[in-house]
């Protein structure tokens, strides 16, 4: 059997499936780049003394191809991801990739992939560039050379539960990032230190976990890999993006669905604990998770369900615009969308 037939294409949930090539390409210290081009997909070849093994310089990003009602291949916002890989990279002191080789190498990598293209029913086809120094270095200090690597991989709901709202738990044992330090950039660090908050709450029965600021512990930050929002009559809020706040790429598309497509006030505060415990509706946003429903939240044994059900809900009426942009069910009122060919 190979690879392709070992995927079960109606349940692909969010899993790294082995396709057909990737993209790799090699960066002296000063930037310059020495090799590229697409590979067979595969295992990497790295020294133990790699910086990104040691000391964890490495950044990524995540994105989507989406095949659409209009029968062709398109991205989405693929320039916003481009730039926040640069200033990723910049605060991890690496190389910045300039945005036309990262759009390049996003573009060739699924032109060489179309084979494991989702159906737009099943979902879609994600895209993870990846830098990180591979430079053999002992000392604490930047890599004497970098790797950009850009991998596809097919993928449905990010949830196990699908659309089933989630049942979180605000967590003051834990931070996810401190406030000044790599929050704002996609630091491959930033992920780790959420795997045992995550894994204590799952088993407990909860779904997602969400972060108090490491400064102010009444506002709340984000959760592991999506940012949160809250409704409140027509009031869309969520935490501005400063230091510790991912700046997402759907989080900012909802802003803008939001207030242009359904007349809502958006404001980027600093979203309070009282703000949650009032809210009509909360709900995550990401690449991968898409717009997510948030059924409740706990936070020092008190528990706060939202009343509205999801079929109901303005998340529903948002997640939906944002998907029917994404596939071309409906005019793209934004310049969003930008075709393989
Ligand atoms: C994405 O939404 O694409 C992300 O990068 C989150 C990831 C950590 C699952």
């Given at each position: 059997m190979n690879m392709k037939q070992r995927i079960d294409w109606d349940n692909l949930g969010f899993n790294a499936y082995e396709t057909k090539s990737m993209y790799i390409a090699k960066f002296d210290s000063n930037g310059t780049c020495i090799d590229k081009g697409l590979v067979?997909?595969?295992?990497?070849?790295?020294?133990?003394?790699?910086?990104?093994?040691?000391?964890?310089?490495?950044?990524?990003?995540?994105?989507?191809?989406?095949?659409?009602?209009?029968?062709?291949?398109?991205?989405?916002?693929l320039n916003d991801n481009a730039n926040r890989f640069k200033n990723s990279c910049l605060r991890l002191c690496m190389p910045e990739i300039p945005n036309e080789m990262f759009v390049n190498a996003v573009k060739e990598t699924v032109l060489d992939n179309l084979e494991y293209m989702p159906k737009k029913e099943q979902g879609s086809l994600y895209i993870r560039p990846l830098a990180f120094g591979s430079g053999p270095d002992l000392g604490v200090k930047p890599s004497s050379n970098y790797t950009f690597l850009v991998y596809v991989t097919p993928v449905g709901s990010y949830f196990q539960s699908g659309l089933k709202s989630l049942n979180v738990l605000v967590t003051d044992k834990y931070h996810r990032v401190a406030t000044k330090s790599i929050g704002f950039a996609k630091a491959i660090g930033n992920y780790s230190g959420t795997l045992l908050p995550f894994k204590e709450i799952t088993e407990?029965?909860?779904?997602?976990?969400?972060?108090?600021?490491?400064?102010?512990?009444?506002?709340?930050?984000?959760?592991?890999?999506?940012?949160?929002?809250?409704?409140?009559?027509?009031?869309?809020?969520?935490?501005?993006?400063?230091?510790?706040?991912?700046?997402?790429?759907?989080?900012?598309?909802?802003?803008?669905?939001?207030?242009?497509?359904?007349?809502?006030?958006?404001?980027?505060?600093?979203?309070t604990l009282e703000d949650l415990v009032n809210a009509d509706e909360v709900f995550f946003t990401g690449t991968a998770v898409i717009v997510a429903p948030v059924g409740s939240i706990s936070f020092k044994k008190k528990k706060i369900d939202y009343k509205k059900p999801y079929s109901d809900s303005m998340t529903k009426k948002i997640r939906e615009t944002l998907i029917d942009i994404q596939n071309e069910n409906i005019e793209d009122p934004f310049g969003w969308i930008y075709s393989l060919n």
């Open positions: 067979p997909y595969g295992d990497i070849k790295l020294s133990p003394a790699a910086t990104v093994l040691n000391y964890g310089q490495g950044v990524f990003e995540g994105t989507k191809a989406y095949e659409t009602s209009k029968k062709r291949v398109v991205f989405f916002r407990v029965g909860y779904d997602e976990i969400v972060f108090l600021n490491a400064s102010d512990e009444n506002i709340i930050d984000e959760a592991r890999s999506a940012n949160i929002f809250v409704l409140k009559d027509k009031t869309l809020k969520t935490p501005p993006v400063e230091g510790s706040i991912l700046p997402g790429i759907t989080r900012d598309s909802v802003l803008k669905i939001g207030k242009k497509l359904f007349d809502l006030e958006v404001k980027e505060e600093d979203v």
